[in-house]
């Protein structure tokens, strides 16, 4: 009896001992169908999160049963055991704070990278999973539920390698951007926007829905004060304040006179956000992005990123191969740059500031010869 009670007390110390969240990722593994954990390893961390890769084992397989009903051996023996891995991050912050957004961000890429327009007039001859983005799949998310201030999010373990093959991840991402607006992937009213607001680096970035069946003329206003006013709020930068609100805000939809009308009207097109070269790699041989700040917008404001993406000619390649490049894609080239300009100035200060006012300068010129 002296045994066994020492070894309820050892058990109940290790639970006590248990971090919250141990104590979730068990609570998780066991109502999910899975066995164990077989370990919990820590792989690194960021500014504001930490990250494990965690093994657990698979539930034996369900014994055989013949003709007449009667239960036989196990299909596997009881001495094999299999296992999972997920990739896990975790922090003492709220879950609303910390995890929602990328959460959500990741689930909208992976349906969308699985659904893809089918049946047009767009030509996918790629194999099918080959030619796809590899993003993982989203398994939990959400506050400690076992006591203990934190959040943590649950997904797929991919065994991440370098960039590969240039014109298959142009063709990719075109595929994402071609991906039609859905519920499951977060957008039932083909609007612009996301169904939460979420972060790009540290800085937020406000999401709110546009009206249903939104086109260029709510695209325009979703960018004028929820990316480019927004970042000049927080900037408070006189020179690229008084450019924007005189010269450029007023005069935007110059930009986009050959997105109006018809079918050349914009359309929702689910955005990586932050594709820069560290955001971007290989699993399985296919091409995988990764740490968005997603939302739907116009497919051209995914490249204001493009500077510090490396993205070559075998890229544009694959990428124009499915969506060609619109009349005035160079001309608002700047206007997607100077977003991201002015985020790194807000993160980092520095000399970011002096390429957002080029940009504007670039803008007004622009607007300026189309009203000669």
Known sequence: MADKGRGIIAAASASAAAS?????????SSSSGYGSIVSSVPVGSSDWASFRRVVVSDPPPPPSVDDDGREGRRAMSSTTTTTTSFFVKYSSRPYED??????????????????????DDYDYDDDDDAATLRIPKVYSHGDYSCGGGGSFLIMEYLNLAGRTDDYKLGRAVARMHLAPPTAEAGNP????????????????????????????????????????GHQLNLARDSYCSELWTNDVAPRLHLLFEDLTGGEREIRPSLLHGDLWSGNIGSADGRPSIFDPAAYWGHHEAEWGMSWCAGFGPRFWEGYRSLIPQDEGFLDRKPLYDAYHQLNHYNLFGGGYIGSARRDFENLKRTLDSKQK
């Open 189 to 228: 009213t083909m609007a612009f926007g996301f169904p939460a607001d979420n972060t790009i680096g540290g800085t937020p970035q406000p999401n709110p829905w546009t009206k249903p069946n939104s086109g260029t003329k709510e695209w325009i206003e979703f960018f004028r004060d929820r990316r480019i």
């Open 98 to 119: 910390m995890f929602r957004g990328e959460a959500l961000g990741l689930s909208a890429m992976y349906h969308a990278c699985r659904s893809g327009r089918r049946g």
């Open 20 to 28: 919250p969240l141990d104590r979730e990722l068990e609570l998780w």
